[in-house]
């Protein structure tokens, strides 16, 4: 059974940081792409960042430069690194494993999905 853990979430000032963590098991975590999104209340799910399993990395345009994503196959685990945060950086974060390639910013190309953790931001 496929289960993806995500923790480090909470409630920050505006400016701070968080470094969210996912945890992997029941699945082959090498050969899974990862990725992570977010969903605040009454809006849809956005993509935040992925990494590949083929070691490539992609952003979306509206937090690059402030997210960081990281990979290590070994630990299982996939961390988003989130600086200078903004009120608008308020959601539920899912991390989500896809077996494409390539670095996969849809949703629908992610087999397994994490219960998420909140992060708030306060201004």
């Known amino acids: 059974q496929v289960q993806l853990v995500e923790s480090g979430g909470g409630m920050v000032q505006a400016g701070g940081s968080l470094r969210l963590s996912c945890a992997a098991s029941g699945l082959t975590f090498s050969s899974y792409s990862m990725g992570w999104f977010r969903q605040a209340p009454g809006k849809e799910r956005e993509f935040v960042a992925a990494?590949?399993?083929?070691?490539?990395?992609t952003y979306a345009d509206s937090i690059k430069g402030r997210f960081t994503i990281s990979r290590d196959n070994a630990k299982n685990t996939v961390w988003l690194q989130i600086n200078n945060l903004k009120p608008e950086d308020t959601a539920a974060y899912f991390c989500?494993?896809?077996?494409?390639?390539?670095?996969?910013?849809?949703?629908?190309?992610?087999?397994?999905w994490g219960q998420g953790t909140q992060v708030s931001v306060s201004s």
């Open positions: 990494f590949s399993r083929s070691g490539g990395e």
């Open positions: 989500a494993a896809s077996g494409s390639w390539w670095p996969a910013t849809s949703p629908n190309t992610y087999s397994y």
